[in-house]
């Protein structure tokens, strides 16, 4: 085991004024599995760079290690899945790779395919076990589980539960707990580190924000009284000063040099009071410094007129004659929350497309109500370009709204002025929540909507669901958010 020490690590971008990282200083064990989590944005990916070597950057990292990042890049998907091994790490043996794709429950078999023929899990896979097939490094992994469904998480999370010496960006609660025993937090101000899994960090962190809370409205009624305290003795000071001129008519002669001494030590006093208050003003400004906003989002669902929205009846969708899924039966009813389950390639996109009236070959019985409104959050944000304004104006909805709802996801002010393809993947992914909870719809429908999204924005968005109760019919393979929120699960 050995040390990776990280002193006043200070960055910014090219033409940034504001640095991502200032004076950051940590040190952490490199046979730690360590969970990476922080809010969109704040640069878990740009550490893990800094890490790399990739940008420059003042301050010092220091380690024995060869860091080894993962996605791995695979520049020709139509090669065989051994060439693109080889390709990524020329020195591996085939042994280890056997083990290791055994471990991750993977045949054998995929490794004399094409590898773009390989399904997501099946590549994910393949990539995870050339990654821990590499000697003497230190493991910098960033969300392998986006896209992958609940079974091969699982799979995943239970592999990785066996090794160590890596850091995870993961934004799945229960993967995280699973796997990983210190956290890595990238908060506004600083990065800390605490041993646990996610669920022990949160616990500590809404403890350690109740307190500076609590701390907080101290302070605030003590700058009350002592601003109160400081305005009364002003008051007095000039009041007895001012009796140094003594009253008309009253033939008495003061006592200046009395008065005068009397007047100075009130305002002694006062001024005494007035720095004690500043005082209580600068401790406070160091409280609340890592305290997340997560304000309240709101949703405006319609209702409609009839209990139920959609039905479908022994369905079944095709592709070039081959079944996407077969003989799928549920009903949609007003305040649903509908969770569709299965396995990557089970048909779940397939029916959001054939819900949301795109054309598509099918057998079976499927009604919609008429008139029915929809509100549709892809899979899909590589198409994202162009400024929030225009996005705004292209689909409709309010941008005062619109922005206002995305200050409650943690958007900057500075990232309005960015171009939307600048946009790290979950910022990304909040533009297109941000655009549905806009919407006034009868039926919201969400494809995999939480991929990249942090957790202090999924709870936020748990929190709105199970306030306002829309009927929506979603895919997402976070398993806490789908107890959570689905009142039904349909499984393919």
Known sequence: MSVISVSNLTFAYDGSYDNIFEN????????????????????????????????????VISANVNFVYFPFEVANKDSNTLDVIAGI?????????????TLLQVAEDVLYRPFELLSQGEQTKVLLAVLFVQENSFLLIDEPTNHLDLAARRVVSDYLSSKRGFILVSHDREFLDHCVDHILSINKTNIEIQKGNFSSWWKNKELQDNFELTENEKLRRDITRLSTAARRTAQWSDQTEQTKLGTKNSGVKPDKGYIGHKAARMMKRSKTIEARQQSVVEQKSKLLKNIESAERLKISPLNFHAGRLAELDHVSIFYGGKPACENVSFTIAQGDRIALCGKNGSGKSSLIKLICGEPITYTGTFRTASQLKLSYVSQDTSRLSG????????????????KAILRK????RV??????????????????????????AHLYIWDEPLNFIDVVSRMQIEELLLEYSPTILF??????????????????
């Open 24 to 59: 950051v200083s940590f040190q952490i064990a490199t046979d730690w599995k360590l969970g990476f989590t922080g809010r969109n944005g704040r640069g878990k990916t740009t550490f893990l760079n800094l890490l790399l070597g990739r940008y420059e950057y003042r301050g």
């Open 387 to 402: 400024s929030l304004t225009n996005y705004a104006a292209n689909h409709r909805i309010d941008e005062s709204l619109f």
């Open 415 to 440: 990232q309005f002025e960015k171009d939307l393809a600048d946009f790290s993947g979950g910022q990304k992914k909040k533009v297109l929540i941000a655009k549905s909870l806009c919407e006034k």
């Open 89 to 101: 790490y020329p020195d591996y043996l085939h042994w280890e790779v056997v083990r290791e794709l």
């Open 475 to 492: 895919v997402e393979h976070d398993s806490a958010f789908c107890k959570n929120i689905a009142t039904e699960l349909v499984q393919l």
């Open 409 to 412: 996801l943690d958007f900057s």
